[in-house]
């Protein structure tokens, strides 16, 4: 699972925020008004091309090459992309109870409960309802 740089990040942002497919001016324009409060940098359009090719490869995004131009679309949501970095994270420990209490020694007592929900009810290795 690759790590996100800051722009990468905000493509992946406006993909996992969007209704459907978009395409790479959709994505600019989204990432503009984003970034109008804050830098006021203009992207270009070839840019953002770039880095969906980049995130095609790593296979966070899906393009649909059947329309034009070409629609990109987020392999997997958000929450699926975030658990898979954890699970990644955790398994490159050589401790995994210790960074396990490391972790659940900083949730809120909110979070401890639903973690504990979640624990008590019945696996079956797909996603929570």
Do not use: N
């Not at 490159?92 to 209490?101: K, N, Y």
């Amino acid at each position: 699972m690759a790590q996100l740089g800051e722009l990468e990040r905000s493509i992946m942002d406006a993909l996992w925020a969007a209704e459907g497919s978009l395409s790479a001016t959709e994505l600019q324009e989204t990432l503009e008004e984003r970034a109008r409060d804050t830098s006021g940098k203009q992207l270009a359009v070839t840019t953002v091309l770039t880095v969906l090719s980049r995130l095609e490869h790593k296979g966070l995004v899906v393009r649909d090459r059947t329309v034009r131009p070409h629609l990109y679309k987020a392999s997997s949501s958000h929450a699926d992309h975030t658990a898979d970095l954890m699970h990644e994270i955790l398994g490159s420990s050589t401790d995994r109870s210790e960074v396990l209490a490391r972790f659940l020694g900083q949730v809120s007592p909110e979070e401890a409960a639903a973690l504990r929900g979640l624990l008590d009810r019945p696996r079956d290795g797909g996603a929570p309802e």
